[in-house]
């Protein structure tokens, strides 16, 4: 089989029972239970072949997701598919039916190097493969020396932006699907929660305290964490660029905490080309009619459309005639901030085309059906909506 799915899953803050993540927050063995036979539950929904996880504290609890998963999906396997006795059960409706077995597949999974005590705990990533692996995973987070972003080189005063590690990691692996190797990313980009100076002391930021409201500086804490975002946005760019570079198909998945059009995602998707860059002027004209050639505009284009990668939920809202998807509702918005990006190779009109994506979907009803604000359905179930893309590779096509 060179079909295959592909789906980005955040669990919500995965971790096992009795345990402390965050301050105060912890499952009890029932509420934990609770939380597992949910996950599992929307696991067989899907079905995916390769599944990107993210918020996850503990591969043991992902792990025993996973098991109760196979479990259900047997399960359902017995009532739905004919035995062999049957003279119809070969007919295509039944391996629509069929839940494939996680059994033979494998985890990779990245900790956070943030990681800390049990109140004070971070999420890391983790993809699961029923084709296993190519080589070893993995892991972007620590820079090994500090990055410095410069916001300008003309002004000596203009500042610069400051990482040395990624507030979640990024896993990179390479996962064989037919004939070809695909390079996959999963990645959890710093939340739009804000980033505020604690004092010298260690006490709490200010700006926490909302029975003293301070929005200038909720608003600076903001402004952090969209530079962070950005930035690790920039280095994941820099990490599919290379990758590009080899030829390798890549695909990118996970929670993205913005939008598609948002400049955090269109730095990871790349630039879109201009339909022609005739007309624009050369960056080193020496005359107002000095442009681009017609070789050069179309030179241009390919550079960019080589390393420029396509989101599936655009994909299929051009495809489908749709015009609204949403993997997440908070505050009353709605808005898709789980993606799955992909290089041409899955475009058809490449004329490198491996495959394409025949169909996308989007587990989010319980976004909406009313359950999800009441506790305690809030704490155990995803706060996001589970997304997929159906991948066809070319001699399934032909």
């Not at 909506?385 to 997929?388: F, K």
């Given at each position: 089989?060179?079909g295959f799915?592909?789906?980005?899953f955040?669990a919500?803050?995965?971790?096992g029972p009795d345990s402390?993540?965050y301050?105060?927050q912890s499952y009890?063995?029932?509420?934990?239970?609770?939380?597992r036979?949910?996950?599992?539950?929307?696991m067989?929904t899907l079905?995916a072949d390769?599944?990107?996880?993210?918020e996850?504290?503990?591969?043991?609890?992902?792990?025993?997701?996973v098991t109760?998963?196979d479990t259900?999906?047997?399960?359902?396997n017995?009532?739905?598919?004919?035995?062999?006795?049957?003279?119809?059960?070969?007919?295509?409706?039944?391996?629509k039916?069929?839940?494939?077995?996680?059994?033979?597949?494998?985890i990779?999974?990245?900790p956070?190097?943030?990681?800390?005590?049990?109140?004070?705990r971070?999420?890391?990533?983790?993809i699961?493969?029923?084709?296993g692996?190519?080589?070893e995973p993995?892991?972007?987070?620590?820079?090994?020396q500090?990055?410095?972003?410069p916001?300008?080189?003309?002004d000596e005063?203009?500042?610069?932006?400051?990482?040395?590690?990624?507030?979640?990691?990024?896993?990179?692996?390479?996962?064989?699907?037919?004939?070809?190797?695909i390079?996959?990313?999963?990645c959890?980009?710093k939340?739009k929660?804000?980033?505020?100076v604690?004092?010298?002391?260690g006490?709490?930021?200010?700006?926490?305290d909302l029975?003293a409201?301070?929005?200038?500086g909720r608003?600076?804490?903001?402004?952090?964490?969209?530079?962070r975002?950005?930035?690790?946005?920039?280095?994941?760019?820099?990490?599919?660029?290379?990758?590009?570079?080899?030829g390798?198909?890549?695909?990118?998945?996970?929670?993205?905490?913005d939008?598609?059009?948002?400049v955090?995602s269109e730095?990871?998707?790349?630039?879109?080309?201009?339909k022609?860059?005739q007309?624009?002027?050369r960056?080193?004209?020496?005359?107002r009619?000095?442009?681009?050639?017609?070789?050069?505009a179309?030179?241009?284009?390919?550079?960019?459309?080589?390393?420029?990668?396509?989101?599936?939920?655009?994909?299929?809202?051009?495809?489908?005639l749709?015009?609204?998807?949403?993997?997440a509702?908070?505050?009353?918005?709605y808005?898709?901030?789980d993606q799955i990006y992909?290089?041409?190779h899955?475009l058809?009109?490449?004329?490198?085309?491996?495959?394409?994506?025949t169909y996308?979907?989007?587990l989010?009803?319980?976004?909406?059906?009313?359950?999800?604000p009441?506790a305690?359905?809030?704490?155990?179930?995803?706060d996001h909506?589970?997304?997929?893309a159906?991948?066809?590779?070319?001699g399934?096509?032909?």
């Open positions: 089989m060179t799915t592909i789906a980005s955040n919500k803050n995965l971790i402390e993540y301050r105060f009890t063995q029932e509420e934990y239970a609770w939380k036979d949910w996950l599992a539950d929307q067989v079905d390769i599944v990107g996880f993210q996850v504290f503990d591969e043991t609890a992902l792990g025993d997701v109760l998963a259900y999906g047997a399960a359902q017995g009532f739905s598919l004919p035995d062999g006795t049957k003279s119809y059960r070969k007919r295509a409706i039944f391996d039916l069929a839940f494939g077995s996680y059994r033979e597949a494998e990779a999974f990245a956070n190097m943030n990681d800390g005590e049990a109140g004070n971070r999420p890391g990533v983790a699961l493969s029923r084709f692996f190519v080589g993995e892991i972007i987070q620590d820079l090994g500090p990055l410095d972003i916001f300008s080189d003309r005063d203009a500042g610069f932006f400051r990482i040395s590690r990624l507030s979640r990691p990024i896993l990179k692996v390479r996962v064989p699907v037919g004939d070809h190797v390079t996959v990313f999963n959890h980009l939340s929660l804000g980033e505020f604690r004092p010298d002391d006490g709490t930021a200010s700006e926490i029975t409201y301070d929005p200038v608003a600076l804490g903001s402004a952090r964490a969209a530079m975002r950005m930035a690790e946005a920039w280095v994941l760019r820099g990490a599919i660029v290379q990758e590009l570079a080899l390798n198909p890549v695909m990118v998945l996970g929670d993205f905490n939008t598609a059009s948002a955090s730095i990871i998707s790349g630039e879109h080309p201009f022609n860059y007309w624009m002027l960056h080193d004209a020496t005359h009619g000095d442009r681009y050639s017609e070789a050069e179309a030179q241009i284009t390919e550079d960019i459309e080589a390393v420029r990668l396509h989101a599936a939920e655009k994909l299929f809202v051009r495809k489908s749709r015009d609204m998807v949403f993997t509702a908070f505050g009353g918005v808005e898709s901030i992909m290089s041409r899955f058809p009109e490449y004329t490198g085309s491996i495959g394409e994506m996308f979907s989007v989010n009803d319980h976004l909406t059906d009313g359950s999800h009441e305690p359905y809030n704490k155990l179930a995803s909506g589970q997304i997929m159906h991948m066809t590779l070319k399934d096509l032909e």
